[in-house]
């Protein structure tokens, strides 16, 4: 059971994220707080697994309380939750879990307690294993320029010069050629499957090998195989625990 701090000075939003949290059976003890002072004092007397933190509160804001809960000799992982869409990078700086943007859906929020749960991990018999920062990328939405994951991406869509990154929540048009993408994300699981199409092996739901029309299902989209990429799909397959269906 996880143990969590939240701390936003809006009220109706510490209701509504302990709601959310309760229905998660990973979740113990919520403390609340409507401060990033009275979440110090509150830490001073518990001790937490998780904080969750909105950026902008009067006085003490989100990463400045962040910064200060790194110097307890047992830090929380942190997920920062905020309407704000350019405080991300700053975030991952902090070595934050997750950054999740209001309103909170609850698979978005139950992703990120996994992440907890992933980062809360220690072998029995050695020190704790150091928390790896997530690769972020920087995209742009509307004009708007904001950083993502890339362990959210869940395939790649070549379009000319440009590659458009499919997330759950939205896509996002980069300006790197599919082939560098490829080179560069072999390592994080991504194999190319098409001339137009990059996947994330972490992310495929069901794979069709057998027929004329081999595919893999991703979300909601089932896309292509090629009969020249099917060897090296094949390949990578068998290396991880996905069943072919034929």
Known sequence: MISVLIA???????DELAFLLRQDPRIGVIHLANSGSEAIRLLTRESVDAAFL??????????????????????PALVFVTADEEGA???????AVDYLLKPVRTERLHRSVTRIVEALKVP??????PTIQPEVI????????????RDDVRYVQAQGDYARLHTEEASYLVRVPMADLERQWADAGFVRIHRSYLVAL????????????????????ELPVSRRLLPGLRERLDSTTLRARP
Not at 8 to 14: N, T
Not at 89 to 95: N, T
Not at 202 to 221: E, I, N, Q, T, Y
């Open 54 to 75: 909105d950026i902008h509160m009067p006085g003490l804001n989100g990463f400045d309380l962040a910064r200060a809960l790194q110097r307890f000799e047992r830090s």
């Open 124 to 129: 029995t018999t050695t020190a704790p294993t």
């Open 89 to 95: 990078l700053e975030a991952f700086d902090l070595a």
């Open 8 to 14: 936003d000075d809006e009220q109706p939003a510490v």
């Open 202 to 221: 972490g992310h495929v739901s069901r794979v069709r090998l057998g027929g004329d029309h081999a595919s893999v299902s991703v979300g909601g989209a």
């Open 138 to 149: 920087a995209v742009t939405l509307g004009g708007t320029t904001r950083m993502i994951r």
